[in-house]
Structures are given as structure tokens and as C-alpha cells.
């Protein structure tokens, strides 16, 4: 059975996100992420970040439930999220084989730091997950690596984008939409997947680079 590892970040956590971790999933609570996780009724397994932001009470029941705590000096190069994913990596995989990887959190108020987690999901490393997902606030993202293809499970009609946001994509297949992509090339300045629509089963690969598949 695939191993599905659970990046909680912060913000309070939607419906939509709690619905989609499942019951044996193993959670990581990337810094005050523990604090939406315990709110949501998660427990998470490990702790990772400079933890800056994480409450007293939240410090209190990590300690309290046995979390493994991996703390980083807040002077450092990458964010909690990176770490979180870092050791996420590790935690899906079994044997030769790695797991599904799903990070979920709020959206914010921070531009800048939702910008930094989507670009986080497209870090090489993650190639080795069976899938990367996200569901942040009520919108579901699926980054699609380079050499596997993924099939949404979305209803006719529903709209979503294909960015090239890690840079320039080459060889994407976009098919079972309203406008599909053979073999096209997409640059991170363009916008020409934005907006397309789910007409029957969706199959969307990449020969090179890193796609980004948004469901608002």
C-alpha cells in the first residue's frame, strides 16, 4: 500500500483540505503548521522548522505527544516548507519505492509566502513521490514532474490551468479537454494554459521541466 505523507503549513485548514488527508496518513507539521494541525484534530508525527511561529501551547504538545522535533535556526536559507517537504521525501518512501506527497494550509495573507510553496513543489527531489498535490484554502494543485503522467479525477466542467511556473516546459500533453496540448511548449512568461476545461478524463504529462495544474 502507497504511504501518503501530509505537509500541514499555516493557515487554518479548509474542509476541502481536511477531506483529503487520509485516516493513516503521515503528518508533518512544517512550523506553526502543528498549531492549525492539532486545532483540525490531526496529530502530527513531526515537527520541522525554526518554529518562530509555532505557539507555546503548540511547543507544549509536541512535547506532550512524542513529536519528533526537527528544529533549524531562524537564520537559514530555505523556508519551513522546504525542510517540511525535505523530510516528507524521506518519510513516503518504502522500500524502493516512494509514496504520495499532499501539502495543505491556508491561504493568508502572504503573496509572497504562497508563491514560495507552490514553487517548492516543483523541487527535483520530489520527482521520486508517486504524486504531489496540494490543496490550499478551496484550490487543489497538481505539479506533474518530468516522465509520469497524471489523471485528475475531476467532473466535466471543471476548469483548470497548466503553468510552466519552474520554467520553460517542453513535450506537455494536455488531453480530454476543451483545448488540448500535443507535444506543446510552454514558457513561464506565457498564460496559454489558463483557464481550460475538463471535457472527459484528463491526462496531463511533461516531457521536460515542471508543470504546475491549478482547479480554482
Known sequence: MSQVVVVVGGGDLSPRALSAIDDDAVIVAADGGLDHAVEARLRPGHLVGDLD???????????AHGVEIDEHPIDKDATDTELALARAIRLTE????????LVVGGVGDRLDHLLGVLLALGHPSLKAASSVRAVIGDTDVVVVHPGAAVHPDVEPGTVFSALALHGACRGVEVRGAE????????????????????????MISVREGVLTVVFP
Open 179 to 202: 483545448w488540448e496540448l500535443i507535444d506543446a511548449d510552454l514558457a513561464p512568461t506565457e498564460a496559454r494554459g489558463v483557464s481550460n476545461v475538463a471535457k472527459e478524463a484528463l
Open 53 to 63: 511561529s509555532l505557539s507555546a501551547a503548540g511547543r507544549m504538545w509536541a512535547y
Open 94 to 101: 518504502i522500500g524502493d519505492e516512494h509514496g504520495e506527497l
